[in-house]
């Protein structure tokens, strides 16, 4: 089943959704066209398939990278996050046609945008203990939209110049910084007045 999966999200990122077929997702796979059928019934079961396998990949992404924030400096956060769009693409690839074909892609945008802000805002909880909840939002919804410009100058879907996204890298990490820093600071001090 999982290279079925993989066959239709190839065919899906370079084609789209609905110029897909079920036989061209069976023969990418080196299978029998009633094999794709005894698992999914349909393109539309396929389409369903690959999207809660996308949106799982992002969400243990995120969960992992909250377990790591407390160990990491808001630089080292800053380029983590700056980039994660871009190394989770190859595995998320068809995320875009999915939403783009589905009736209800409001919702499942919707959904994947709280995701990532939600995952973006833990993280950065993490790494700064106090930061408050609406301002990690708040800095959570500027991170993301950094890491959207980042995929589409990975994909060359925005203006990009060699050097534009080290750029965005640096102004990432300096924003980061600025922001988490003091407060990463004010709890190393709350935590050293209390060992003493």
């Known amino acids: 089943m999982a290279e079925l999966l993989a066959a239709a ?3 899906m990122a370079e084609h789209g959704y609905e110029a897909t077929t079920m036989a061209e997702i069976a023969s990418k796979a080196g299978a029998k066209i009633g094999s794709l059928y005894r698992f999914f019934p349909n393109k539309e079961a396929v389409g369903e398939a690959l999207l809660q396998q996308h949106m799982a990949i992002v969400h243990d992404e995120y969960e992992a990278l909250e377990k ?46 709280q995701q990532a802000l939600a995952g973006i805002s833990a993280a950065l909880r993490v790494c700064a203990p106090g930061l408050d909840e609406q301002t990690a ?37 300096l924003y980061l910084s600025a922001r988490l820093g003091p407060c990463q600071r004010k709890q190393m001090a709350k935590n050293s007045t209390k060992t003493r």
């Open 137 to 173: 939002g708040d800095i959570a919804a500027v991170v993301l939209n950094n890491m959207k410009v980042m995929l589409g100058m990975t994909l060359k879907d925005a203006p990009t110049t060699p050097g534009a996204p080290d750029e965005l890298r640096r102004m990432n990490r």
């Open 9 to 11: 999200s190839d065919l």
């Open 68 to 113: 790591r924030a407390a160990d990491l400096s808001p630089e080292e956060l800053a380029d983590i996050l700056i980039d994660l769009l871009a190394v989770l693409y190859p595995r998320v690839k068809s995320l875009p046609a999915l939403m783009e074909a589905h009736t209800d892609r409001t919702e499942i945008r919707d959904r994947s945008r």
